[in-house]
């Protein structure tokens, strides 16, 4: 024992880092191991798509097949109809002549590929005379009305794609003009799969899958499907994010349009465009329309009536939106009052409603009595923080941010004040009784869950719930520890410099006071520490509790609508009983009543099984929405968290680094 | 000038091989614990030139006791005593880890119960250290070396059984204690005849409260890096089981996003907890024990000023009895021991003072040295796993 020279390191914790390394192993081997399913969850699998185009030459040729049934037709139409003129047609009928000029060239392939563009030549030439002539505004009627982005105008939908187009033609390779510089190189039986591997990883991958879609005619599995497609798209495109968004949706919408407008002539697939336009939206989460700040926490009044007003700024650019860049000033209580509307409009119907941050009458007062030390500014800070993820998670749905409600707390001036949410008024206390009921009603309904999904997922809720509260509970007091670390250090600090001061060796007296300094810089670094504890990991943790609570609330509501539903039922089945007992008893006159009341609660039954139904879709489609976020944003905040801590750590290397020689110039 | 061996406290001992000596072995019995003293000499004066004794920490009281109380070392620093082993934190953090074993996962409990068994060796190792720094001290020092009691507690390999203090011989230090701080005060009216002692105690005892405080800060501060260890164990007991309920649902990169979290956890507190033994080790240690040296040198100065106060006392006495014309030469003679006696001490203190601020540099140098160091790996350690985890985070 006493003869080993290094003694800091006993010897257990050495056998357990092996067993940690060795689960960490595992750790490693189950993520490789998951891969292949991440692959269909996962929305940022660029790689894959480019590894898998290049394969063999048989796959190249099916994708290029691929690709020209779907692929450039659909654009080079719209490209023609966008612009309607005769240059871009007789480019594409060059094109389409090189092109088979170059297929008879090459012999391999030749065969298939005759046929194909035999096929394609008459289809892009059918449907670019219906472009032409009726296309065009024929989508635009169809696809208006049903969402805001439909309704930029249309130079912006079909010049967006087109812009891209001729970027991206730019970029293939410094071509101009698909059709020109296409066709020479085609001739070489390598090269053409290259630009087209690189069209198929950039735009084919949503086209067929929206062709799917649309024939499909709004098939609810295929959404998914769907919008990894998208999301790829929008990533393997090495533009900005902006432009990768405008181009990536209207070439998507615009396509799809374009490309089922017979289909929707008979049917319309309405819903199937909606829901693809929602799971967009979440998908390009990181790309906001609109941009939420809010800032500038600032303490209006005194005493108990003081409260804390916030500047919350929005650029957007949506054309709903009067101005890109607006700011109002709004009292914590508004946005309380903002969640209690949306909650009572969206909330029946199966939304989860980003919650908004507690009432803290603790943290308030504090606040408020105007003590101006560190735990106030620091729950000012969180609160701040807390409020600006609520209202960008507002604005980040895209039901939410349609609501008037919504609209008018971002932009007008002056706002009705919000009475209902104070704690102590009438409303309030409605509230509280409100909630009892429901608390003893939700007890009391005992639903026989038919789906199992539903099951499941309010069971997986709970358990998160409850981790995320031990978490976070973990995380505050990771928090104090840190602070009072922090604190230590300083404390040592001083007392290493005082030390120094004593020493009557000038070198030791010198790495002393270095000591301290250092010390004094580490405490610095733990209360950065401290903070990004708290704000990117603590607060994180603080947003999902309540948000999981969010989820909870639609799976109540949907019970709720599945109660009405069963007693409406057990209604019928009452008037049902009268009615047999009045025919019994041979009463006619009543007969008639018993009949209409029948019908009625027939009506009834049915509007609340759809009811009921429509709310399951609404919760099921918001829930896994919430998770596609929740897993982005949890990714997000991590890597962050991990990073700030990085830094840290880097500066501690930095700082111990510099102190060395100080110490090593003791003598 | 350095030990060959890397000494956690390191002490300026002289590379004299002829008195070697380790603490190879240590048992612990409830609150006994045995030192195995291995001692390898070339010196005549011991009759084996190797053997082992077991002795326990009341031995080593005994041994500091006795070399504090022999006249003759009066002019030395006394090398301080090892503190008691103190086995209690851990052992009642461990019971209180049996009674909450309820409230927590079982993964939990049994990473608590490993760190706990980590810091408990810790906790051993050290004593075992300081009193095998003890010993060294004594042996590399030319006068304490030749003692005889030393010799005999090295020697004796029979158990010493000192008789314990009962209660008396308690009371009676701590009177002693009482006695010595008010002497204290009434000598420090003594004027000061040498310029170098004066500075000297100045500097002493200035250096002794910093010092002093300077090791209960950081203590303080050592024990939040623990703490904060133990947030990241339960940190990352927590995050496995949240990770472990995830994966029965179908996205998995949550769960792997977990799970990697989880192993930087488990990584980053490993390192954290490491932090925060070494700083214990290499800051908090050197502080403590220079804290103590600190207190002998000035037990030391205290002996001396003793001496110059008696020496005072005794030509007080001398001018006295020539006044009375009584005793004279008793006097004399008393007069003439005191200031002999003085003025071995102020030899032998002043030696004893430069070499103990050698020493001190030596000491404080190697020690922050090695802990820069390790605090620079250990944060490499941590940006390496950091870096890692980044890596895999963006990669999927």
Known sequence: MASSSERSPPPFPDTEDQDVLDSEEVGGRDSDEDDGEELFMSASNTPLTKQDTPTSPDSQASDLMEDLSVGPPSSQTEKSAASSSPEEFVDLTNNLESRVAAESSSPEPSDEFFDILGSETQKVEVEASVKADSGAPQSKASSRPEKGLFGEPDEDLFGGPLGAMSKKTTENEGKSGTAKAAGPTFSKPTEPADIFTEEAAATTVPRTSNTVNSKANGVHSEEDLFTEATVELSLDSPRSSRKNEETSKPSASSSSSSLSAPARQAKPPPAALEELEDEEEAELEDKFDVLVSVKDPEKVGDGMNAYMAYKVSTETTLPMFRNKLFTVRRRFSDFLGLYEKLSEKHGPNGLIVPPPPEKSILGMTKVKVGKEDSSSADFVERRRGALERYLQRVVNHPLLLQDPDVREFLEKDELPRAVSTQTLSGAGFLKMINKATDAVSKMTIKMNESDAWFEEKLQEVESADQHFRKLHALVESLVVHRKELSLNTANFAKSAAMLGSAEDNTALSRALSQLAEVEDKIEQLHQDQAAYDTFSFAELIADYIRLLGAVRGSFDHRIKAWQRWQDAQAMLQKKRETEAKLLWANKPDKLQQAKDEIVEWEARVTQFERDFERVSATVRKEVLRFEKQRTKNFKRQITKYLELLLQSQQQLIKYWEAFLPEAKAIA | ?396
């Open chain 2, 1 to 396: 000038m350095l030990p060959e061996k890397l000494r956690s406290v390191s002490v300026d001992l002289n590379n004299d091989a002829s008195l070697l000596i380790d603490i190879p072995d240590a048992l612990c019995e409830r609150d006994k614990v045995k030192f195995t003293v291995h001692t390898k000499t070339t010196l005549s004066s011991f009759q084996k030139p190797e053997f082992s004794v077991p002795r326990q920490h009341e031995d080593f009281i005994w041994l500091h006791d006795t070399l504090v109380e022999t006249e003759d070392y009066a002019g030395l620093i006394i090398p301080p005593a090892p503190p008691k082993p103190d086995f209690e934190s851990p052992r009642e953090k461990m019971h209180k880890l049996g009674e909450g074993e309820a409230t927590m996962t079982k993964e939990e409990y049994t990473k608590m119960k490993q760190e706990l068994e980590a810091e408990y060796l810790a906790v051993f190792k050290k004593t075992v250290q300081v009193h095998e720094v003890f010993l060294q001290r004594l042996s590399s020092h030319p006068v304490l070396s030749k003692d005889r009691n030393f010799q005999i507690f090295l020697e004796y390999d029979q158990d010493l059984s000192v008789r314990r203090k009962n209660a008396k011989e308690m009371f009676g230090g701590f009177f002693k204690n009482m006695v010595k701080s008010a002497d204290e005060v009434l000598i420090a009216g003594v004027k000061e005849v040498d310029d170098f002692f004066e500075q000297e105690k100045t500097f002493l005892l200035d250096y002794f409260s910093k010092i002093k405080e300077a090791t209960a800060k950081a203590e303080k501060m050592t024990r939040s890096h623990k703490n904060i260890a133990d947030d990241y164990i339960r940190l990352s007991a927590t995050l496995n089981s949240l990770s472990a309920e995830e994966s029965t649902n179908y996205y998995i990169i949550k769960f792997c996003l977990k799970l990697f979290q989880n192993f930087l956890r488990v990584c980053l507190k490993k390192v954290e907890g490491r932090v925060a033994s070494d700083e214990e080790l290499k800051l908090t240690e050197l502080l403590r024990y220079y804290m103590r040296d600190i207190q002998a040198a000035k037990d030391l100065l205290y002996r001396r000023a003793r001496a110059l106060a008696d020496y005072e006392n005794s030509n007080k006495a001398l001018d006295k009895a020539r006044l009375k014309g009584k005793d004279v030469s008793q006097a004399e003679e008393h007069q003439k021991r005191c200031l002999q006696k003085f003025d071995t001490l102020s030899e032998s203190g002043k030696k004893e003072l430069t070499n103990f601020k050698a020493r001190r540099v030596v000491a404080f140098r190697k020690n922050l040295v090695e802990m820069a160091e390790l605090e620079v790996k250990h944060a490499k350690n941590n940006m390496t796993l950091l870096q890692g985890c980044i890596e895999l985070l963006s990669g999927n």
